[in-house]
């Protein structure tokens, strides 16, 4: 049986990568993240188009408990430091998480591979060997911590060509404001009948 090289390897360097890189750098393992992009929180950077997260970020809660400020922040990550330090507004912008997100890898000096695309995935025995366009690695544990996906889901609804995805439509508010776009609404109302 092959020895890993690593107790966990993690694919994805975004909140949830990172967030575990830190919960074992601290119990002590030997773990890498390994990035697709050049920096934390790459689907960030694209993602949400209109760059307003809906995350709320309350700075503000009347209280000193940390415990509680800490519930109230739905972007901090555990073991600081906070995100209610990166912005002050409800509802923050994606560009403030990733700044965040860097500092975050940074702040825990996180092991982190950037500009590396995970290819293949296969169990061997006693863990996993995942392949890169960089080279191989061995590992225990694997986790995926890659989020909602890079390819979009498009449904099977009929005529579904005919509409713009959302990685491609356009978040200038000028542009719609012509668009000649009508949505319809159909109501329908179910009879009730007294009940006796």
């Known amino acids: 049986m092959r020895v890993p090289d690593l107790d966990c390897l993690v694919v994805g360097a975004g909140p949830a990568g990172l967030q575990l890189g830190q919960h074992l750098a601290a119990a002590g393992r030997d773990y890498l993240i390994l990035e697709g992009g050049s920096a934390p929180g790459t689907f960030f950077a694209t993602y949400p188009r209109h760059r307003q997260l809906i995350s ?42 990733i700044r965040y997100l860097a500092d975050y890898a940074k702040h825990h000096s996180l092991a982190v591979q950037y500009d590396t695309k995970v290819e293949r995935i296969a169990r061997t025995d006693g863990g996993f060997e995942i392949a890169t366009g960089g080279g191989a690695y061995r590992a225990a544990t694997v986790v995926v911590a890659t989020g909602v996906g890079v390819m979009p889901y498009v449904a099977p609804i009929p005529g579904i060509e005919l509409a713009e995805p959302y990685a491609t439509v356009s978040t200038d508010p000028a542009t719609s404001s012509t668009s000649g776009c009508w949505l319809s609404a159909r109501a329908t109302r179910r009879s009730r009948r007294p009940r006796t």
Do not use: C
């Open 56 to 97: 709320i970020n309350k700075v503000h809660t009347g209280t000193d408990d940390p415990e509680l400020n800490l519930r109230m922040d739905w972007n901090s990550l555990l073991g600081g430091p906070l995100f209610t330090q990166y912005s002050e507004r409800y509802f923050p912008t994606a560009d403030d998480l």
